[in-house]
């Protein structure tokens, strides 16, 4: 069974850094690509990050372009997402999803950007 | 960025109707390698969401076939046959055929 567990969550001031790591087991992880998702309270969904099989390359929307950065360890089935300059805009639950195409989602963790 | 526009935002059903939800991209959503690569989720109240249908009309493991996807180009369609009270929640249409991968903005299907 494919699970994605999403911890590293919390409370935390604009302009400050947080990462988020993403366990996953149930599938060769290395043979996927992996993505960050995000939903702001109440709105919809907004795709953050994503990384290749390898590591090698890696894509953002400009919303978060050069603020965060996507990694994994293969070796140890994790994705990371390091989230630095952090806004209130960047409220919301961050979903690890495994491929490009949506398939599998974790149960999401929350981040909060307050003063 | 590809803009995806959903309609109808919510809509109304009673138990055993059947809707159709529409999904129109800016952009045509082929690929290069010649597939669409058009998504359907569903996000019921306080769960993450769940992909029911991949690449137009491609049923994932599990989704009853009530469930049906269609469409080509820039406009897209979801149909659900026979409206059961577990498919009620908010769906999303979803490309990942150019970056930035966007989503429509939702359609909430609730009970009449």
């Known amino acids: 069974e494919v699970q994605l567990v999403e911890t590293g969550g919390g409370l935390v001031q604009p302009g400050r850094s947080l990462k988020l790591s993403c366990v996953a087991s149930?599938?060769?992880?290395?043979?996927?690509?992996m993505s960050w998702t995000r939903q702001a309270p109440g709105k919809g969904l907004e795709w953050v990050a994503s990384?290749?099989?390898?590591?090698?390359?890696?894509y953002y929307p400009d919303s978060v372009k050069g603020r965060f950065t996507i990694s994994r360890d293969n070796a140890q089935n994790t994705l990371y997402l390091q989230m630095n300059s952090l806004r209130s805009e960047d409220t919301a639950t961050y979903y690890c999803?495994?491929?490009?195409?949506?398939?599998?989602w974790g149960q999401g963790v929350m981040v909060t950007v307050s003063s | 960025d590809v803009v995806m526009t959903q309609t109808p935002p919510s809509l109304s059903v009673a138990i055993g109707q059947s809707v159709s939800i529409s999904c129109k991209s800016s952009?045509?959503?082929?690929?290069?390698?010649?597939?669409?690569?058009l998504h359907w989720l569903l996000q019921s109240s306080g769960r993450s969401p769940k992909r029911l249908i991949y690449?137009?009309?491609n049923l994932d493991s599990g989704v009853p076939d009530r469930f049906s996807g269609t469409g080509s180009q820039k406009d897209f369609t979801l149909k659900i046959s026979r409206v059961e009270a577990k498919d009620l929640g908010v769906y999303y249409c979803?490309?990942?055929?150019?970056?930035?991968?966007?989503f429509g903005g939702g359609t909430k299907l609730e009970l009449k």
């Open positions: 999803t495994r491929g490009g195409q949506w398939h599998y």
């Open positions: 149930g599938f060769t992880f290395n043979n996927y690509w």
């Open positions: 990384i290749t099989n390898s590591g090698g390359s890696t």
């Open positions: 952009q045509s959503l082929v690929y290069s390698d010649g597939k669409t690569y």
């Open positions: 690449q137009v009309s």
């Open positions: 979803a490309q990942t055929t150019h970056f930035p991968w966007t």
